[in-house]
């Protein structure tokens, strides 16, 4: 498989191969630099700008972490002392950024399609890093790693349920997920109140608002954030929500005992989930952001490889023109 991306924005049209292929390369990169084993100089000499208009705290740290990890250098883009805050636009600063010099962009957006339009204005790769309700395509792929790596499965998930639970409408994350998860085999359901399942129709999972028919025989468990400001005035109640969906140790007992909880984070403890499973055995939390650091490398390492085999591709396309 060749890896021909220039850019990041979703998970959409990854073949199971595909995503094995990142995998592979996360887990690659985490041997040589885990443990104090190294850092690597894959992108030496190349400026990742942090374009976070959008609070987060795993994706930004460890895109961070990750990029330096395999050589690049990393600027924070600050919104509160930039320039937006004088009324420049979103397109202008990212044309900015590109003239600047930056070879990439990594874009967190509270708007679906941010990162999208960033690419068009940015002559360098960029890497969704989360979009509105549209994408988190680095999300997708570590919980991918982390479910592999949980169930001690090599590279499909065929047979293997996935049931994601909680606020589907609002999610980035489940939409991702419901993707990539799919892609690799595994059997994915989609479990909310009804008044948070619409626009799911599109997506290859099941669809359902019986919580104990989402959890039936369930090799993972996957837990949403309730955006709890989205639900003034509207038809779900968080005493509702918590007493009908919330994830509890009694609710996961009835599962087999490999059966594992996940979450992207940030948690609402007592809301989508117990404080008790959240930080129990069955919890693989903070594996997944663990293994968001290796995952980063991998997809930073990859674009700009097929950077690479595009630029020779170019050049040996170019070469019989030369002299004429
Ligand atoms: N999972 C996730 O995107 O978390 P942050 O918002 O903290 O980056």
């Not at 990439?104 to 509105?132: E, S, T």
């Not at 994601?164 to 479990?191: K, P």
Request: aromatic share 6%; glycine share 10%.
């Amino acid at each position: 498989m060749t890896w021909d991306r220039r850019h990041l924005m979703d998970v959409d049209g990854f073949s199971a191969s595909d995503l094995t292929v990142v995998l592979d390369e996360a887990e690659r990169l985490r041997a040589r630099t885990e443990d104090g084993r190294g850092w690597l100089d894959t992108l030496r000499g190349q400026s990742v700008a942090l374009l976070f208009l959008e609070p987060s705290t795993r994706t930004r740290m460890s895109f961070e972490l990750a990029a330096r990890r395999i050589g690049a250098e990393t600027f924070l883009f600050d919104p509160g002392s930039s320039s937006l805050a004088k009324g420049e636009s979103f397109v202008d600063t990212v044309r900015n950024l590109d003239a600047i010099g930056f070879g990439w962009l990594i874009v967190r957006h509270h708007r679906a399609g941010a990162a999208a339009v960033a690419a068009r204005h940015f002559g360098g790769r960029v890497v969704n890093a989360g979009d509105g309700w549209h994408a988190h395509p680095t999300q997708a792929l570590l919980d991918l790693l982390t479910i592999r790596r949980a169930l001690g499965v090599g590279a499909d998930l065929n047979g293997r349920k996935v049931a994601i639970v909680g606020d589907v409408l609002h999610s980035r994350v489940a939409r991702s997920n419901a993707i990539s998860l799919t892609a690799a085999g595994a059997d994915v359901w989609l479990c909310a109140p009804a008044a948070w399942l619409p626009g799911v129709e599109s997506l290859p999972v099941n669809p359902t608002s019986d919580l104990d028919a989402a959890l039936r025989d369930a090799d993972i468990v996957m837990g949403l954030r309730v955006q709890k400001e989205r639900m003034a005035g509207g038809a779900v109640s968080v005493g509702g929500y918590v007493e009908r969906y919330g994830i509890t140790e009694e609710r996961l007992a009835r599962l087999a005992p490999a059966a594992r909880f996940m979450h992207p984070g940030p948690i609402n403890e007592g809301v989508e989930v117990t404080r008790e499973v959240a930080l129990g055995p069955r919890s693989l939390v903070l594996e997944q952001v663990r293994n968001g650091v290796p995952v980063r490398m991998a997809v930073l390492a990859l674009l700009h490889g097929a950077g690479m085999l595009r630029s020779q591709t170019a050049s040996l396309t170019a070469a019989p023109t030369i002299g004429r």
